[in-house]
Protein backbone atom coordinates (compact mmCIF):
# COMPACT_ATOMS: atom_id res chain seq x y z
CA UNK A 1 0.00 0.00 0.00
CA UNK A 2 1.46 3.45 -0.51
CA UNK A 3 1.76 6.22 1.77
CA UNK A 4 -0.86 8.11 3.05
CA UNK A 5 -1.59 11.28 1.82
CA UNK A 6 -1.25 14.72 4.11
CA UNK A 7 -5.20 14.62 4.02
CA UNK A 8 -4.96 11.11 5.41
CA UNK A 9 -2.49 11.99 7.72
CA UNK A 10 -4.94 14.72 9.16
CA UNK A 11 -7.43 12.33 9.55
CA UNK A 12 -5.70 10.15 11.08
CA UNK A 13 -4.35 12.81 13.59
CA UNK A 14 -7.91 13.88 14.36
CA UNK A 15 -8.91 9.91 15.19
CA UNK A 16 -11.39 10.49 12.44
CA UNK A 17 -9.93 8.28 9.70
CA UNK A 18 -11.20 5.04 8.38
CA UNK A 19 -10.19 1.34 9.82
CA UNK A 20 -7.75 0.64 6.97
CA UNK A 21 -5.78 4.23 7.42
CA UNK A 22 -5.07 3.84 11.03
CA UNK A 23 -4.54 0.28 10.71
CA UNK A 24 -1.97 1.53 7.77
CA UNK A 25 -0.61 4.65 9.94
CA UNK A 26 -0.13 2.12 12.89
CA UNK A 27 1.59 -0.75 10.76
CA UNK A 28 3.77 1.87 8.42
CA UNK A 29 7.01 3.59 10.16
CA UNK A 30 6.97 6.44 7.90
CA UNK A 31 3.34 7.03 8.11
CA UNK A 32 3.12 7.50 11.91
CA UNK A 33 6.02 9.55 12.40
CA UNK A 34 4.30 11.79 10.06
CA UNK A 35 1.30 11.37 12.39
CA UNK A 36 3.35 12.17 15.60
CA UNK A 37 4.79 14.72 13.51
CA UNK A 38 1.58 16.69 13.57
CA UNK A 39 -0.05 15.77 16.56
CA UNK A 40 3.59 17.41 18.08
CA UNK A 41 3.07 20.41 15.97
CA UNK A 42 -0.52 20.93 17.23
CA UNK A 43 0.47 20.47 20.46
CA UNK A 44 3.26 23.58 20.05
CA UNK A 45 0.48 25.86 18.48
CA UNK A 46 -1.70 24.91 21.40
CA UNK A 47 1.09 26.68 23.66
CA UNK A 48 0.32 30.20 22.05
CA UNK A 49 -3.09 30.74 24.89
CA UNK A 50 -6.08 32.48 23.87
CA UNK A 51 -5.83 36.53 24.79
CA UNK A 52 -8.59 37.23 26.64
CA UNK A 53 -9.51 41.01 27.36
CA UNK A 54 -10.98 41.83 30.67
CA UNK A 55 -15.03 41.16 31.00
CA UNK A 56 -15.29 44.69 30.89
CA UNK A 57 -14.15 44.80 27.08
CA UNK A 58 -17.10 43.07 25.95
CA UNK A 59 -20.28 44.96 25.86
CA UNK A 60 -17.83 48.24 25.40
CA UNK A 61 -16.93 46.91 22.19
CA UNK A 62 -20.77 45.69 21.25
CA UNK A 63 -21.86 49.24 22.23
CA UNK A 64 -19.16 50.42 20.14
CA UNK A 65 -20.03 48.58 16.94
CA UNK A 66 -23.77 48.95 17.95
CA UNK A 67 -23.42 52.75 17.37
CA UNK A 68 -21.23 52.14 14.31
CA UNK A 69 -23.94 50.12 12.90
CA UNK A 70 -26.46 52.80 13.43
CA UNK A 71 -24.41 55.40 12.44
CA UNK A 72 -24.52 52.74 8.90
CA UNK A 73 -27.67 52.88 9.18
CA UNK A 74 -28.00 56.81 7.94
CA UNK A 75 -27.49 55.83 4.10
CA UNK A 76 -30.55 53.84 3.72
CA UNK A 77 -32.38 55.71 5.88
CA UNK A 78 -32.98 58.32 2.60
CA UNK A 79 -37.23 59.05 4.05
CA UNK A 80 -35.29 60.94 6.67
CA UNK A 81 -35.16 64.19 5.09
CA UNK A 82 -38.95 63.57 3.15
CA UNK A 83 -39.63 64.14 7.05
CA UNK A 84 -38.60 67.73 7.00
CA UNK A 85 -40.17 68.05 3.67
CA UNK A 86 -43.24 66.96 4.75
CA UNK A 87 -43.58 69.20 7.60
CA UNK A 88 -43.64 72.33 5.28
CA UNK A 89 -45.73 70.60 2.81
CA UNK A 90 -48.22 69.96 5.78
CA UNK A 91 -48.00 73.33 7.09
CA UNK A 92 -48.94 74.19 3.68
CA UNK A 93 -51.84 72.07 3.78
CA UNK A 94 -53.16 73.28 6.55
CA UNK A 95 -53.01 77.05 5.17
CA UNK A 96 -54.79 75.95 1.80
CA UNK A 97 -57.27 73.97 4.33
CA UNK A 98 -57.48 77.30 6.18
CA UNK A 99 -58.53 79.83 3.21
CA UNK A 100 -60.29 77.16 1.62
CA UNK A 101 -62.60 76.95 4.23
CA UNK A 102 -62.94 80.32 4.52
CA UNK A 103 -62.50 80.56 8.54
CA UNK A 104 -60.08 83.18 8.38
CA UNK A 105 -60.62 86.25 6.64
CA UNK A 106 -58.09 88.74 6.05
CA UNK A 107 -58.65 92.62 6.76
CA UNK A 108 -57.24 95.26 5.47
CA UNK A 109 -54.95 95.96 8.21
CA UNK A 110 -53.61 92.36 7.90
CA UNK A 111 -54.23 88.64 7.19
CA UNK A 112 -55.71 88.10 10.81
CA UNK A 113 -56.04 91.13 12.51
CA UNK A 114 -60.16 91.27 11.86
CA UNK A 115 -61.69 92.31 14.75
CA UNK A 116 -64.04 89.23 15.90
CA UNK A 117 -67.80 90.13 15.84
CA UNK A 118 -68.78 89.84 19.08
CA UNK A 119 -72.57 88.25 17.67
CA UNK A 120 -70.40 85.48 15.64
CA UNK A 121 -71.25 82.06 15.98
CA UNK A 122 -69.30 79.69 18.79
CA UNK A 123 -67.21 78.17 15.62
CA UNK A 124 -66.38 81.16 14.37
CA UNK A 125 -65.29 82.75 17.55
CA UNK A 126 -62.98 79.96 18.38
CA UNK A 127 -60.58 80.83 15.30
CA UNK A 128 -61.54 84.41 14.74
CA UNK A 129 -58.21 86.19 16.13
CA UNK A 130 -58.13 89.15 19.03
CA UNK A 131 -58.18 92.78 17.14
CA UNK A 132 -54.45 93.22 18.73
CA UNK A 133 -53.31 90.32 17.51
CA UNK A 134 -49.81 90.56 15.23
CA UNK A 135 -49.34 87.95 13.32
CA UNK A 136 -46.23 88.45 13.46
CA UNK A 137 -46.04 87.87 16.58
CA UNK A 138 -47.40 84.62 16.17
CA UNK A 139 -45.08 81.60 16.66
CA UNK A 140 -47.24 79.07 15.19
CA UNK A 141 -47.50 81.39 12.36
CA UNK A 142 -43.61 82.15 12.18
CA UNK A 143 -43.03 78.52 12.10
CA UNK A 144 -45.36 77.55 9.12
CA UNK A 145 -43.77 80.68 7.43
CA UNK A 146 -40.17 79.31 7.83
CA UNK A 147 -40.94 75.79 6.88
CA UNK A 148 -43.05 76.54 3.80
CA UNK A 149 -40.98 78.89 2.71
CA UNK A 150 -39.02 76.80 0.41
CA UNK A 151 -41.51 74.77 -0.68
CA UNK A 152 -42.63 74.85 -4.43
CA UNK A 153 -46.58 74.18 -5.76
CA UNK A 154 -44.66 71.27 -7.54
CA UNK A 155 -43.01 69.84 -4.58
CA UNK A 156 -46.87 70.66 -2.46
CA UNK A 157 -48.44 68.64 -5.34
CA UNK A 158 -46.01 65.84 -6.25
CA UNK A 159 -46.62 64.85 -2.05
CA UNK A 160 -50.36 64.99 -2.29
CA UNK A 161 -50.93 67.72 0.44
CA UNK A 162 -52.92 70.26 -2.18
CA UNK A 163 -56.52 70.09 -1.34
CA UNK A 164 -58.30 67.89 -4.10
CA UNK A 165 -59.89 70.45 -7.28
CA UNK A 166 -62.80 71.27 -6.57
CA UNK A 167 -62.60 71.86 -2.78
CA UNK A 168 -62.15 75.52 -2.59
CA UNK A 169 -64.57 75.66 -4.65
CA UNK A 170 -67.13 74.31 -2.39
CA UNK A 171 -65.80 75.64 0.78
CA UNK A 172 -66.84 79.27 -1.58
CA UNK A 173 -69.94 78.12 -1.88
CA UNK A 174 -70.30 77.08 1.98
CA UNK A 175 -69.53 80.62 3.16
CA UNK A 176 -72.50 83.12 4.38
CA UNK A 177 -73.15 86.49 3.21
CA UNK A 178 -71.36 88.22 5.29
CA UNK A 179 -68.21 85.78 5.15
CA UNK A 180 -68.53 86.54 1.19
CA UNK A 181 -68.98 90.05 1.41
CA UNK A 182 -65.89 90.26 3.54
CA UNK A 183 -64.05 88.10 0.93
CA UNK A 184 -64.85 90.09 -2.16
CA UNK A 185 -64.04 93.26 -0.11
CA UNK A 186 -60.35 91.37 0.73
CA UNK A 187 -60.10 90.39 -3.19
CA UNK A 188 -61.19 93.85 -4.35
CA UNK A 189 -58.07 95.29 -2.12
CA UNK A 190 -55.36 92.75 -3.04
CA UNK A 191 -56.36 93.67 -6.68
CA UNK A 192 -56.20 97.37 -6.42
CA UNK A 193 -52.62 96.61 -4.18
CA UNK A 194 -51.12 94.67 -7.41
CA UNK A 195 -52.60 97.12 -9.84
CA UNK A 196 -49.92 99.82 -10.92
CA UNK A 197 -50.65 103.60 -10.33
CA UNK A 198 -50.48 104.97 -13.54
CA UNK A 199 -48.76 108.13 -13.52
CA UNK A 200 -50.02 111.64 -13.31
CA UNK A 201 -49.59 113.93 -15.73
CA UNK A 202 -50.23 117.45 -15.79
CA UNK A 203 -53.12 117.14 -17.32
CA UNK A 204 -54.85 114.40 -15.32
CA UNK B 1 -38.45 36.43 1.85
CA UNK B 2 -38.67 38.98 -1.67
CA UNK B 3 -39.90 38.44 -4.95
CA UNK B 4 -37.83 39.72 -7.70
CA UNK B 5 -39.53 41.61 -10.63
CA UNK B 6 -36.92 39.21 -13.15
CA UNK B 7 -38.67 36.41 -12.01
CA UNK B 8 -41.96 37.21 -13.60
CA UNK B 9 -42.36 35.84 -16.73
CA UNK B 10 -40.91 37.60 -19.52
CA UNK B 11 -43.73 39.65 -21.38
CA UNK B 12 -46.04 39.86 -18.60
CA UNK B 13 -46.64 42.66 -16.28
CA UNK B 14 -43.80 42.83 -13.94
CA UNK B 15 -44.04 44.65 -10.79
CA UNK B 16 -42.37 47.77 -9.61
CA UNK B 17 -42.33 46.66 -6.25
CA UNK B 18 -40.71 44.34 -4.05
CA UNK B 19 -42.64 42.69 -1.65
CA UNK B 20 -40.90 42.01 1.84
CA UNK B 21 -41.83 39.70 4.56
CA UNK B 22 -40.44 40.55 7.68
CA UNK B 23 -40.62 37.60 10.07
CA UNK B 24 -42.47 37.64 13.37
CA UNK B 25 -40.81 36.99 16.54
CA UNK B 26 -43.60 34.81 17.76
CA UNK B 27 -43.18 30.89 18.35
CA UNK B 28 -45.80 28.25 16.48
CA UNK B 29 -48.57 29.38 18.37
CA UNK B 30 -48.36 32.91 17.87
CA UNK B 31 -46.50 33.83 21.19
CA UNK B 32 -43.93 36.81 20.85
CA UNK B 33 -40.59 35.29 22.05
CA UNK B 34 -37.44 37.32 23.30
CA UNK B 35 -34.76 37.77 21.09
CA UNK B 36 -32.47 35.93 23.01
CA UNK B 37 -34.63 33.05 22.12
CA UNK B 38 -34.18 33.34 18.77
CA UNK B 39 -31.88 31.38 16.49
CA UNK B 40 -29.17 33.47 14.13
CA UNK B 41 -31.68 32.94 10.86
CA UNK B 42 -34.40 34.17 12.69
CA UNK B 43 -32.35 37.17 14.02
CA UNK B 44 -31.01 38.21 10.69
CA UNK B 45 -34.30 38.18 9.24
CA UNK B 46 -35.35 40.67 12.02
CA UNK B 47 -32.29 42.64 10.63
CA UNK B 48 -33.38 42.77 7.53
CA UNK B 49 -36.82 43.87 8.59
CA UNK B 50 -35.23 47.07 10.12
CA UNK B 51 -34.86 45.41 13.32
CA UNK B 52 -31.13 46.62 14.70
CA UNK B 53 -31.66 45.06 17.98
CA UNK B 54 -31.28 41.74 16.97
CA UNK B 55 -27.82 42.45 15.11
CA UNK B 56 -27.28 43.87 18.54
CA UNK B 57 -27.70 40.32 19.25
CA UNK B 58 -25.80 38.89 16.76
CA UNK B 59 -22.68 40.87 18.02
CA UNK B 60 -23.36 40.06 21.32
CA UNK B 61 -23.32 36.55 20.60
CA UNK B 62 -20.39 36.26 17.66
CA UNK B 63 -17.75 39.14 18.97
CA UNK B 64 -15.88 36.86 21.22
CA UNK B 65 -15.18 34.31 18.50
CA UNK B 66 -14.40 37.37 15.78
CA UNK B 67 -12.42 39.24 18.09
CA UNK B 68 -10.35 36.40 18.64
CA UNK B 69 -9.79 35.20 15.30
CA UNK B 70 -8.75 38.79 14.57
CA UNK B 71 -6.31 39.21 17.54
CA UNK B 72 -4.51 36.07 16.37
CA UNK B 73 -3.97 37.75 12.70
CA UNK B 74 -2.86 40.98 14.11
CA UNK B 75 -1.58 40.39 17.93
CA UNK B 76 -2.56 43.67 19.07
CA UNK B 77 -5.60 44.50 20.80
CA UNK B 78 -6.34 47.69 19.39
CA UNK B 79 -6.46 46.70 16.37
CA UNK B 80 -7.94 43.47 17.03
CA UNK B 81 -11.27 45.39 18.26
CA UNK B 82 -11.33 47.97 15.13
CA UNK B 83 -11.16 44.55 13.09
CA UNK B 84 -13.82 43.20 14.88
CA UNK B 85 -15.55 45.89 14.78
CA UNK B 86 -14.92 45.99 10.58
CA UNK B 87 -16.20 42.68 10.33
CA UNK B 88 -19.74 43.02 12.26
CA UNK B 89 -20.03 46.10 10.02
CA UNK B 90 -19.17 44.56 6.43
CA UNK B 91 -21.88 41.57 8.08
CA UNK B 92 -24.26 44.11 8.60
CA UNK B 93 -23.77 45.55 5.36
CA UNK B 94 -23.89 42.38 3.23
CA UNK B 95 -26.50 40.88 5.30
CA UNK B 96 -28.82 40.29 2.31
CA UNK B 97 -26.23 38.17 0.84
CA UNK B 98 -26.15 35.56 3.64
CA UNK B 99 -28.14 32.92 1.95
CA UNK B 100 -28.05 30.56 5.13
CA UNK B 101 -26.32 27.49 3.49
CA UNK B 102 -23.62 27.86 6.08
CA UNK B 103 -23.76 29.06 9.54
CA UNK B 104 -23.76 32.61 10.41
CA UNK B 105 -20.61 32.02 12.45
CA UNK B 106 -18.82 30.25 9.12
CA UNK B 107 -19.93 33.39 7.39
CA UNK B 108 -18.75 35.78 9.70
CA UNK B 109 -15.28 33.77 9.92
CA UNK B 110 -15.09 34.04 6.12
CA UNK B 111 -15.69 38.03 6.41
CA UNK B 112 -13.01 38.18 9.47
CA UNK B 113 -10.28 35.99 7.60
CA UNK B 114 -10.79 38.50 4.67
CA UNK B 115 -10.73 41.37 6.56
CA UNK B 116 -7.34 39.82 8.47
CA UNK B 117 -5.70 39.07 5.27
CA UNK B 118 -6.35 42.43 3.67
CA UNK B 119 -5.57 44.28 7.05
CA UNK B 120 -1.79 42.18 7.40
CA UNK B 121 -1.00 42.76 3.85
CA UNK B 122 -1.50 46.32 3.55
CA UNK B 123 0.35 46.86 6.70
CA UNK B 124 3.10 44.84 5.02
CA UNK B 125 5.45 44.67 8.61
CA UNK B 126 3.17 43.86 11.28
CA UNK B 127 5.79 41.71 13.12
CA UNK B 128 8.27 44.73 14.28
CA UNK B 129 4.58 46.23 16.21
CA UNK B 130 3.58 43.71 18.18
CA UNK B 131 1.82 43.67 21.13
CA UNK B 132 3.04 40.43 22.56
CA UNK B 133 2.37 41.79 26.45
CA UNK B 134 1.77 38.57 28.28
CA UNK B 135 -1.28 37.37 29.32
CA UNK B 136 -1.79 37.38 32.93
CA UNK B 137 -0.91 34.46 35.25
CA UNK B 138 -3.49 32.74 36.65
CA UNK B 139 -3.58 32.51 40.40
CA UNK B 140 -0.89 30.18 41.86
CA UNK B 141 0.92 29.96 38.50
CA UNK B 142 4.40 29.82 39.30
CA UNK B 143 6.47 33.07 38.00
CA UNK B 144 9.11 31.20 36.36
CA UNK B 145 6.81 28.72 34.70
CA UNK B 146 4.59 31.75 33.41
CA UNK B 147 7.42 32.90 31.98
CA UNK B 148 8.71 29.86 30.23
CA UNK B 149 4.98 29.89 28.80
CA UNK B 150 4.59 33.38 27.90
CA UNK B 151 8.34 32.99 25.92
CA UNK B 152 7.34 29.91 24.22
CA UNK B 153 3.48 31.61 23.26
CA UNK B 154 5.21 34.44 21.67
CA UNK B 155 7.68 32.21 19.97
CA UNK B 156 4.56 30.50 18.70
CA UNK B 157 2.75 33.46 17.63
CA UNK B 158 5.74 34.75 15.84
CA UNK B 159 5.84 31.46 13.62
CA UNK B 160 2.39 31.18 13.15
CA UNK B 161 2.59 35.31 12.07
CA UNK B 162 5.25 34.04 9.54
CA UNK B 163 3.04 30.92 7.40
CA UNK B 164 1.84 31.99 4.40
CA UNK B 165 -1.87 33.49 4.46
CA UNK B 166 -4.01 30.65 3.49
CA UNK B 167 -2.12 28.30 5.60
CA UNK B 168 -2.13 30.62 8.61
CA UNK B 169 -5.70 31.47 8.16
CA UNK B 170 -6.13 27.85 7.89
CA UNK B 171 -4.52 27.08 11.39
CA UNK B 172 -6.17 29.61 12.97
CA UNK B 173 -9.61 28.44 12.36
CA UNK B 174 -8.61 24.76 12.59
CA UNK B 175 -5.99 24.87 16.22
CA UNK B 176 -7.42 28.10 17.79
CA UNK B 177 -10.84 28.53 16.86
CA UNK B 178 -12.01 24.86 16.50
CA UNK B 179 -13.82 24.72 13.42
CA UNK B 180 -14.39 21.69 11.59
CA UNK B 181 -13.05 21.01 8.17
CA UNK B 182 -15.87 21.34 6.80
CA UNK B 183 -16.18 24.84 8.26
CA UNK B 184 -12.80 25.89 7.43
CA UNK B 185 -13.63 25.14 3.54
CA UNK B 186 -16.90 26.72 3.87
CA UNK B 187 -15.53 29.84 5.46
CA UNK B 188 -12.37 29.99 2.82
CA UNK B 189 -13.97 29.36 0.07
CA UNK B 190 -12.58 26.10 -0.56
CA UNK B 191 -12.32 21.89 -0.43
CA UNK B 192 -12.49 19.75 2.60
CA UNK B 193 -9.15 17.97 1.16
CA UNK B 194 -7.33 21.55 0.70
CA UNK B 195 -8.57 22.60 3.76
CA UNK B 196 -6.63 18.86 5.35
CA UNK B 197 -3.71 19.72 2.94
CA UNK B 198 -3.25 23.36 4.11
CA UNK B 199 -3.47 22.09 7.63
CA UNK B 200 -0.73 19.19 7.11
CA UNK B 201 1.86 21.62 5.38
CA UNK B 202 0.72 24.72 8.36
CA UNK B 203 1.74 22.50 11.30
CA UNK B 204 4.63 20.90 9.22
CA UNK B 205 5.68 24.59 8.15
CA UNK B 206 5.08 25.67 12.11
CA UNK B 207 7.44 22.96 13.62
CA UNK B 208 10.06 23.57 11.12
CA UNK B 209 9.77 27.33 11.73
CA UNK B 210 10.17 26.93 15.42
CA UNK B 211 12.86 24.07 15.67
CA UNK B 212 14.72 27.18 13.01
CA UNK B 213 14.08 29.51 15.72
CA UNK B 214 15.90 27.22 18.36
CA UNK B 215 18.85 26.51 16.75
CA UNK B 216 19.12 30.19 16.04
CA UNK B 217 18.62 31.11 19.47
CA UNK B 218 21.07 28.24 20.80
Not at chain 1, 35 to 43: F, H, M, P, Y
Not at chain 1, 104 to 119: E, K, M, V, Y
Not at chain 1, 162 to 171: C, E, M, Q
Not at chain 2, 147 to 157: D, M
Request: charged letters at 25%; a negative charge; proline letters at 8%.
Amino acid sequence: MTHLSPGQIVDVADGCAAPDLTAHAAACESCRARVDSILDAVRLAAEDPRAEPSPLFWPQLAARIGDAVRRERAPAALWRPWVWRLAPLGAVAVLLIAVGTGSRLRTPAGPFSAPAAPDAAPAHASVAPAADHDPADDPSWLLVSVLSAEVSVEEAEASGVLPPPGSVDRALMQLDGAERVELAKILREELAAKTPVAPQGPGA
Amino acid sequence: MSTRADAWPAGGIQPHWTLTVVPSTGDESGRDLPLEDLDDSRLVGLCLGGRVDAFDLIVERHQRAVYQLCFRFVRRHEDAADLTQEVFLRAYRGLRRFRGDATLATWLYRIGVNACLNHVSARRAPETALDDAPPIPAAGDDPASSLVKTEQGARVRAAVARLPPKQRATLILRVYQGLSHREIASALGTTVGAVKANVFHALGNLKKLLAEEAIEKS
